[in-house]
């Protein structure tokens, strides 16, 4: 088990960016994979993009892929999320989650599912 703090959050203009930052203790973070999620008020939690901690492998979804980047700094034990031309439908209560390699997991691991381990979330507004 690990825990997991999301900071960076706030308030943004459309065609902004931010950074987001997701820390990991209680473990090295090398072998998870660490997943990216958000969830807008009266909406399911989205998976965004994912990590792997085995060989640095990334996915996205089609809505933030190439202006999302995901990337970790293993040393610092930290994942990061960069988001550019941020628009208004991304605002949302942004998630972190990591996930123990297990035999039987199926890449990408996007699913809330997959993941053991969740940070409290940080809001990110995107608005004029």
């Known amino acids: 088990q690990v825990q997991l703090v999301e900071s960076g959050g706030g308030l943004v203009q459309p065609g902004g960016s931010l950074r987001l930052s997701c820390a990991v203790s209680?473990?090295?973070?090398?072998?998870?994979?660490v997943g990216w999620f958000r969830q807008a008020p009266g909406k399911e939690r989205e998976g965004l993009a994912c990590?792997?901690?085995?060989?640095?492998?990334?996915y996205y979804v089609d809505s933030v892929k190439g202006r999302f980047t995901i990337s970790r700094d293993n040393a610092m034990n930290t994942v990061y999320l960069q988001m550019n031309s941020l628009k208004p439908e991304d605002t949302a209560v942004y998630y972190c989650?990591?996930?123990?390699?297990?035999?039987?997991?199926?890449?990408?691991?996007?699913?809330?599912?997959?993941?053991?381990?969740w940070g409290q979330g940080t809001q990110v507004t995107v608005s004029s």
């Open positions: 989650a990591a996930d123990w390699p297990r035999y039987g997991s199926s890449w990408p691991l996007l699913s809330i599912y997959d993941y053991e381990d």
């Open positions: 209680g473990d090295t973070l090398d072998y998870y994979t």
């Open positions: 990590i792997s901690g085995t060989d640095d492998n990334t």
